[in-house]
């Protein structure tokens, strides 16, 4: 298989995530920010896992963040990624965590704290991912 | 918010467990003859054949009769009642847990009154039937939402979630890529005066480094080995214990804490290292029992990956926080180390049966019956778990 008919491995799609995928696909991703105390969720779900709250507003986030923890997959495992390539854990600037991938370089040991930002990747199959590059 | 943190916890260590069960049998299957036969192309057994070959075991080490059994508990991969009609057990008390919830319930049942002397039985046939751990379908994702939910950028498997883990780690503790393989080598240590361990050859630190990564920063000697087999215990009233054998090994106490919260996005792993809640599960169990770390001879840790043993050092006191990777260099968990680990080489070494054969090793380590791996005098023996944050302390005691 090669990596043009490669698919992207779906993602999970609850009744909540649909319309985080559809902003993802937009080029502006939302995320849920409850009404009630501000707290900001991810992945997505019923309500503020901080005060229960079902009081929630899809928001678009500012898309800045901090480098948590890398690795790098030096097996291939998925059709779509063929090794190496790397995964990434960000803290977002309005504080959820996501997992996703550095784009444009591989992470090293000094990326822990390193400050990037939000793109929108393509995937060969058209499937559209958020990612992180470095910051200026 | 934060109604009930680890401080609570820690302040209300009101379980009332204290040496209410002991355990009297203990058995497993072949796990080096059916590695080999599976390594041939050959099923041996099914989860259910592999669970009954310890059940048989187990009640012929305790010497009882199958009819003394009035409670049965089935490991997560065979489902309870097909496991209670292959053995042939009509309860008082039953359930389904994996290997750590099996020791509480258990405990659970007999100090409630419930069951007197209950059966633990677990088979899994994972590498003969090629159980995933990885990929979108990943076994466990259904009561994991983080085993699954990040895979559309690639990140599927338990070993990345675990390297996730040791990368912040590393960056947190200053802890380095060579203390990381003093584990893998202490286990290899362990395991080569073990029988029944898999992966008997001796390795070194050099050899550790010289080796692929998988997920790096993870090696290939950082994690688990995929294996068949079975284990089973016979856990009884303390009472009646104490009349069915010379050699009951009690439960002492067991602690628990869960971290819940941002679970899926794994920050209990890769900002806590699963800290807060280490110590509330061993403050519990500590302060019920009236043992510390000091009084502990083995360490056993749930180690489905190597860097649970760091974080299990400085989550259950054997060292202060930040202190693991000195730990592991200059006081040592191997054989001639300060505080043994592992004994019988671990889920890298020995077997891979989640959890349930570090439940025997205690065992039969307390009981005197390790041969050239026994620790001297062993008196009490700790496991810890923290599997995906659900932090367990148990104490065995003779």
Known sequence: ?136 | MNHVQPDYARKHASPRNKRAAAVVGVGHSDWVGDWARCRNGERPNDSYGYAIDAFRNALKDADISRDEVDGLIAGPTTAYERLGELTGINPRWGGQADAVLAVSQAVMAIEAGYAEVIALVYGNDQRSVGTQYGGPEAMGGGAFLSYVYHSPWGLTSQGALYALTLQSFKHARGFTEAEMGEVAVAQRGWSSMNPNAIMRKRITVEDYMASNYVCEPLHLYDYCLINDGGVALIIAEAGRAKRMTEKPVFIESVGRFDLNRGATSLEPRIDDFYLPAQQAAAAQSYELSGLGPKDMDILQVYDSFSVHVPLALEGYGYCGVGEAGKFLREQGVGPGGKLPVNTGGGHLSETYMQGWAHQIECVRQLRGECGERQVADARHVHYTSDVAGKCFSIIYGK
């Open chain 1, 1 to 136: 298989m090669n990596a043009i008919e490669a698919k992207t491995p779906k993602p999970v799609m609850g009744l909540y995530d649909k319309p985080m995928w559809e902003s993802i696909n937009a080029g502006a991703m939302r995320l849920q920010r409850c009404r009630a105390c501000s707290k900001w969720q991810y992945p997505p779900g019923p309500a503020c896992p901080q005060c229960l709250s079902c009081d929630l507003e899809w928001t678009p986030v500012s898309g800045r963040a901090r480098i948590l923890s890398w690795v790098v997959f030096h097996r291939q495992y998925l059709p779509a990624y063929p090794a190496p390539y790397n995964s990434i854990a960000v803290r977002l600037e309005e504080g959820p965590t996501m997992i996703t991938n550095l784009e444009g370089a591989m992470p090293d040991a000094g990326s822990i704290g390193k400050d990037v930002r939000l793109v929108y990747v393509t995937m060969p199959d058209g499937v559209v991912l958020p990612r992180f590059s470095l910051a200026e």
